[in-house]
């Protein structure tokens, strides 16, 4: 446990069963939310801060890019344990979005994605993936009183729906108002598809903006780059976002890498169409990133722009998502396994 997977009031309590008044939790907090490292703390006394030494958040910014081409930044931020996860600042008209991970790796095996490389090393804690967003917004010369991050999503790596509780958690405290008080309709949780998880998210009472990576129109061509198309089909997780929709009302986006020579012919368009035109949903369609380790090959934007045509004439809401960032490792666990084999 660190300080930084509790809430106010749990940190509070913290010192009051320390011995110590109830007013120095609201200072370890406050330290905590602008990013602080215990040695930047000067308004405790000595002997407090050794006493929370050892539940003091050690986690770090170890290296930061930003691209020439669009100003996108990269980090990589490494905790207590040594372990090392990335994350990705971009910059839009309407603020700045911060992508972060939730698990040291991932375990879900997705063939287009990086993070999976290594396999699930371990879950982040609440605080932990608090954490990114808490130094990133230091970075940018914020604090608790003076946020510069508005909008989050759960898509760096890893498997947010693995996670669950400390995700849940994690949600609860970011939207909390003692904190950043970031709306939850600000943040954007992205799931390969954990269906009984997607029932939990909207039955906790949530209402983050739901996004599946489907990347395909049917469960065979699924199975090709993604695993768990072997435990839940395609008309399953549907079903779980039209439950979801039900219960929030926030319309559920699909991620749509297009992939040469898989999932980009007319006939997917096609399919695609018949399986979501009754569902409240967007498609975001995404040249692939391509990893070296894989052998799967991007379709070309004027392509992309052609499947959303396609999407766009069976009444779909579909756009090409916009590639940020590519000139510094932009797609997920590129820059994390660059960083492990010192290459960066």
Do not use: W
């Amino acid at each position: 446990m660190i300080l930084a997977d509790l809430s106010l009031q749990e940190i509070e309590d913290f010192v009051v069963k320390k011995g110590l008044p109830k007013f120095r939790g609201r200072q370890i907090f406050d330290a905590i939310y602008n990013g602080k490292g215990l040695n930047e703390i000067s308004n405790l006394p000595k002997n407090l801060l050794e006493e929370i030494k050892a539940f003091y958040p050690k986690y770090e910014i170890v290296k930061k890019l930003v691209s020439k081409e669009d100003g996108t930044a990269k980090y990589i931020f490494r905790f207590d344990d040594g372990n090392i996860v990335e994350g990705v600042l971009m910059n839009y008209k309407y603020g700045k979005t911060l992508c972060i991970s939730t698990q040291v790796g991932c375990r879900m095996g997705c063939k287009f994605c990086a993070s999976t490389l290594k396999g699930l090393i371990r879950n982040l804690s609440a605080g932990e993936i608090l954490g990114q967003v808490l130094l990133v917004n230091k970075d940018l010369g914020g604090g608790l009183k003076d946020r510069k991050i508005t909008n989050i999503v759960l898509m760096g790596s890893g498997e947010p729906l693995d996670n669950y509780e400390n995700v849940a958690m994690f949600l609860k405290l970011i939207s909390s108002s003692d904190g950043l008080n970031i709306s939850q309709r600000n943040i954007s949780l992205s799931t390969c598809g954990l269906v009984p998880k997607i029932y939990n998210l909207a039955d906790d009472g949530f209402n983050v903006t739901l996004t599946i990576s489907l990347h395909a129109s049917n469960d065979e061509v699924r199975k090709q780059t993604m695993p768990i198309a072997n435990r839940y089909s395609i008309d399953e997780i549907i079903e779980a976002c039209q439950y979801y929709f039900n219960k929030t009302g926030r319309r559920v986006v699909f991620e749509y890498t297009l992939i040469k020579g898989l999932n980009d012919g007319k006939d997917c368009a096609n399919e695609l169409i018949k399986r979501l035109k009754k569902l409240t949903c967007h498609i975001n369609v995404i040249p692939l990133n391509e990893v070296k380790e894989r052998k799967l090959k991007s379709a070309t934007r004027k392509e992309c722009y052609e499947f959303v045509e396609l999407l766009e004439k069976g009444e779909l809401s579909a756009t090409v998502r916009r590639t940020m960032g590519e000139d510094i490792a932009g797609a997920c666990g590129q820059l994390r396994n660059s960083y492990l084999e010192g290459k960066i």
